[in-house]
């Protein structure tokens, strides 16, 4: 038996609907790509990234390939200069900072990448505005630290599905 289904309309009450049931339906809306993906850990090709696997996006309304880029400034940074570090890192390929659905996959797939001491800046900022989450890669904890903390930053780009 095949299902065929054309239109579907669902609607919320949360302002915020759940990331998984997004996933999900993202998931079963993706088209095969082209080109061969890498196994989770691997370098994607033609770049010095690692791939992630399968995230949620930036928006967290679609999924996407999610790769880390190497380079790290080794040092922690306030917010503002981490989000143009990670901006910096590949223009080309619009990197940024994980957002917090980001951190917890690269925690899931690629901790041993992480500097498992320290904090790691998300971009995913709180309701107060006046803070932003953070990921601890030993243990995976999320919690926030004001803007003006420093933490570690990584970047990732994200590559359609």
Known sequence: MKLHIENLHITFSNPQ?????????ALAGATESAAPIPAVGAKWPGTEA?????SLSITD????????????????????KAIKFADAV???MASHIPTRHQSITLF????????????????TKTKG???AFIQ????????SRLLSAE???RAVSEIPL
């Open 61 to 80: 309304d679609s999924l996407v390939h999610l790769i880390l880029w190497p380079d790290f400034p080794g040092k922690g940074l306030p917010y503002n």
């Open 108 to 123: 899931d797939r690629l901790q041993d990448q992480f500097d498992n001491d320290y904090y790691h800046w998300t971009l």
């Open 129 to 131: 505005d006046n803070a």
């Open 151 to 153: 933490c570690r930053v």
């Open 136 to 143: 601890l890669f030993d243990g995976g904890n999320q919690s």
């Open 90 to 92: 590949n223009p080309d």
């Open 50 to 54: 690692i791939y992630a696997g399968i």
């Open 17 to 25: 609907p759940p990331a998984g049931l997004i996933a999900a339906f």
